[in-house]
């Protein structure tokens, strides 16, 4: 069975990668490090080595794994789905060989009757390693992260790979982004950022990444408030939730 997931934005997940590094202020609260101790801490050989006790804290080694036996998962899943590829890492992290990611791949053309979205800090080596594949799949949404202003660039990187459908995720929001060009992109998705020591987000900050997003034409999800308790902040925006997907997802220019 698929990874079924509780992400708002993706049906399931697939994580052949465990592992990974911190980059930016964005990584600071990662659910996906609290996640990958606990599973480190419960003997799971998937995340051993991958993250480290740091005072009250446990932080990323860098340590990357491979689980070799999920590398062609999807192939196994028959229903058509909506899958988040790497929820719990980053595929174009420098610690992960580019034979695995053409390996994912290909395992992505083959399977594909489903939709992937894989999402990105280091759009910069996304951009290096996709180019070098020289084929764009159709069934295939590559995106970056930007948490603050101080990574805008990010998206001018993302403009410029090969893809049908480029998204940009603004979670954790951590500052104002405005105004933002997000000419070439299709999808934006906001978040505020959640868990324990959870920074807070803005109203304004959201409202104004909704408003370039109408004025550019470009889908807008918005996922959660965030904060410590999650599930009370909610998801409503001005009184509705905002749920836009990319209205042509396999014909994108």
């Known amino acids: 069975m698929a990874g079924t997931s509780h992400i708002e934005w993706t049906e399931a997940t697939w994580n052949p990668i465990a592992g990974c590094t911190i980059l930016s202020p964005g990584c600071t609260n990662c659910y996906a490090q609290r996640i990958a101790s606990r599973l480190q801490a419960m003997g ?37 789905l909506l899958i988040f590829v790497n929820s719990m890492s980053d595929l174009f992290q420098d610690g ?3 034979d695995i990611i053409s390996t994912i791949w290909d395992v992505m053309k083959e399977a594909d009757w489903h939709t992937y979205q894989i999402l990105t800090k280091r759009p910069e080596r996304m951009l290096d390693v996709i180019s070098k594949f ?42 104002p982004i405005a105004p933002v060009d997000l000419r070439g992109i299709h999808w934006a998705i906001v978040g505020g950022e959640s868990g324990p020591a959870a920074r807070a987000v803005d109203c304004e900050w959201v409202e104004a990444i909704q408003a370039a997003c109408h004025d550019q034409s470009v889908a807008f999800f918005f996922k959660q408030w965030g904060g410590t308790r999650k599930g009370k902040a909610g998801r409503l925006l001005n009184g ?14």
């Open 240 to 253: 509705r939730i905002w749920d836009e997907y990319p209205a042509v997802a396999r014909h994108a220019a």
């Open 96 to 98: 992960v060989d580019i």
């Open 134 to 175: 020289n084929q764009k799949l159709p069934n295939v949404w590559l995106g970056t992260s930007v948490e603050n202003s101080a990574f805008v660039g990010r998206i001018d990187i993302l403009r410029l790979v090969p893809a049908h459908i480029r998204f940009v995720s603004f979670e954790p929001l951590l500052g």
């Open 44 to 80: 799971h050989a998937k995340y051993r080595g991958t993250t480290r006790k740091s005072g009250r804290r446990h932080l990323w080694t860098g340590r990357v794994n491979i689980d070799r036996e999920a590398l062609d998962a999807p192939l196994r899943w028959r229903k058509p």
